[in-house]
Every structure is written in structure tokens, then in C-alpha cells.
């Protein structure tokens, strides 16, 4: 159900940045999101194509990016990956440390069918 | 034709959770967002706290339930209660927080809890404009949900580790729970705390009056 709400939130700036390029159809969605927002990809895809049913987006497949979790230590600002959800600093070995990534969740790009390559159809209302 | 957005998905939540979080900055609330599985005893926890906090600081509640209005008759009892009804959701967003405030006095006010959906992942993503998250993890659960949903205890300011009077019936691996924490967020304070018999309810008051008393000198 994660995912779910997840992509109500994505849809409504999908279709502003299909309308603001001028995009006749989403052919394609790739969302960056961090490891730390567990994910499913596959879940989203699905929930993604429940809610771009009869809209523009409708059919787009749906890619996600995972954005690997980072930290940066606050005693000898050392910056590392986190690994297996382990924020301990791998130099100094204390635990405060600052997330860099991990928590994003992002639209990062769109693939859109411009309007000139349709020709017939008149825009449904 | 592919375009680059880069558009934060969170964007118009995060803008209204900062304007409630400024609105209760400057009436000198302190709000406390609560997380947890369902059933791990938020309502309970509340309804103790509520009644310790009395006479000291006063309170009121936001609650967030998929349809029933039973947490907050419980609440009720105790402190003014807004019921949100999420209609299936499964978290509170800033914009419900924002229309349950219209109907509290935020002048009358010294503390305010936000009883968030039963659920510890989708919550953890939405500000709702809180001073601290706070992190409930009850012994039934199983320790093993500190490395399983590490978000919450990255984000909490405190973990209440709740229904400690059952810790030996289920098994409850208290070494590992904290040798999962320490990796997870070594600085995170925990309370061991069993809602029912009142044990930590008072350490968890004593907290929240601290906590409030240093932000509210950080924002003067
Ligand atoms: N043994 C024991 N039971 C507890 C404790 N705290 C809560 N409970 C019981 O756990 C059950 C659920 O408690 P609630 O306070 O309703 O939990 P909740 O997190 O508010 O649940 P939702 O709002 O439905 O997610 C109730 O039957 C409580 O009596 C505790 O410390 N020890
Ligand atoms: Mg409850
Ligand atoms: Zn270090």
C-alpha cells in the first residue's frame, strides 16, 4: 500500500511535465528513489498503471532507480556508502553521522510521443 | 522525446508541513509525531501520557484511522481529540494535519500528539510539520524489525520499546534489538516501557518536557 500512494503522488507531476513539454502520451517513467524508501519496484510499476489509467501516462512503463543510501561522519567527515543499513562511520567508527542519500523520491525523466507525430486524432476530452 | 524533470515527489507536502510547523513555532507548540506498527499500543501510550501530563502541560490529539473513530473517544477522556479519517490511507498527510488544526486553540495549547496511521513505512515519509517523530516498536513485533524497516529509527528522536511486561512470553531478543539499533542509530534514546501497567510513562513525560523546554529556548 506503500506504493500505492506512492504513485497517486506521481502522477499529478507526470502529467503537469508531459503538458509543459507539450507531450501528446507518456510513453515512459523513471522515478530515483533511495534505498532507504524500500521500494518495490514492481509494486509501484503496478500501482503506476492503476492510477494512469484513462490519462495521458496511460500505458507508460514505470522505471525505478534505487539510489544507494550514503553518509557523512560529523567527527572526521569521512563520506561512505551504508551498507546493510549500518550508520556507523567505517574510518572513525562512531554513529554520528549525517544521511546524504537514501531518502529522495524523485521524477527524474519522462519519454513523450511529441503532438506533431499524431496526425488524426483531435485531443479527447 | 525524452525530458529530465527532476521533481522532488514530495515537493507540495513538505511546503505545507513547513507552514505548520511555523504556525506551531509561533503559538510555542511542541508536536510529537508517533509511528508504529498497528496495535502496538500508540492509543494506549497516549491515553497514560495524556493523564500524566495533565497538570503540567496542555494537550491535545490528532488522530489518523482508516475509518473508526475508536482511538479518539478513548483520547477523548483526556485531552481535546481530532479525529481524521484517511478513508483507507495509509498515513497522515500535512494538508489533513493542516485542516485538523482549524478546529483546536492553538493559543490554549502547550503540546500537541499526532497519533499517526498504524504502519511503519508509509508514514515515516510524510512531514507533518512534528518537532519529533517517535518510534514505537511493542516486544510482540519481534526485534528483528529494527534492520527490517530501518527508516523509522533513522528519522525517530526517541524509541519507546513497548509491552515489556511480555518480553519472556514471546521470546523478545532484547540483545540483538539493541545491537540492531546500534548499527541502525547508535544515538537514538529508548525507554522500555509497558503502556498497560504505566512502567515508563513517566520517563517518557520527563523527555517530552525537556525536549519541548530546549526547543522552545533554541527558538526564542
Ligand atoms: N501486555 C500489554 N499490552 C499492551 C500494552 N500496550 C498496549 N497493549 C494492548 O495492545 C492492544 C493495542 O493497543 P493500542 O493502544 O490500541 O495500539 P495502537 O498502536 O493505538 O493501535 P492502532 O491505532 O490500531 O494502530 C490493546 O489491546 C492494548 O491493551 C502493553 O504495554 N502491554
Ligand atoms: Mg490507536
Ligand atoms: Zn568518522
Partial sequence: ?125 | MRVDVVHNVTKLNDAMAQQIRETLREKRIFCLNLISSPGSGKTTILERTLDHLRDELRCAVIVGDLATSIDAYRMAEYAPTIQINTDGGCHLDAAMVSTALESLKLDELDVLFIENVGNLVCPVGFDLGQDVKVGILSVTEGEDKVAKYPRIWREASIVLLNKIDLAPFVFFNRTKFYADLEQVNALLPVIEMSATKGDGVSRFCDWILREREDRLAIRR
Avoid: K
Fill in chain 1, 1 to 125: 500500500m506503500h506504493e500505492v500512494s506512492l504513485a497517486e503522488q506521481l502522477i499529478g507531476p507526470v502529467l503537469a511535465a508531459a503538458a509543459q513539454y507539450g507531450g501528446e502520451r507518456v510513453t515512459a517513467v523513471t522515478v530515483r528513489a533511495g534505498a532507504l524508501q524500500q521500494i518495490v519496484p514492481g509494486s509501484l510499476a503496478l500501482a503506476f498503471e492503476a492510477v494512469a489509467l484513462g490519462t495521458l501516462a496511460e500505458g507508460a512503463t514505470l522505471t525505478v532507480e534505487t539510489v544507494p543510501v550514503t553518509a557523512r561522519c560529523r567527527r572526521c567527515d569521512a563520506e561512505f556508502e551504508v551498507e546493510a543499513f549500518c550508520f556507523l562511520c567505517p574510518t572513525c567508527g562512531v554513529a554520528d553521522v549525517a544521511t546524504l542519500t537514501g531518502n529522495e523520491l524523485l521524477l527524474a525523466s519522462l519519454e513523450l510521443e511529441p503532438c506533431e507525430s499524431t496526425s488524426s486524432t483531435t485531443s479527447p476530452s
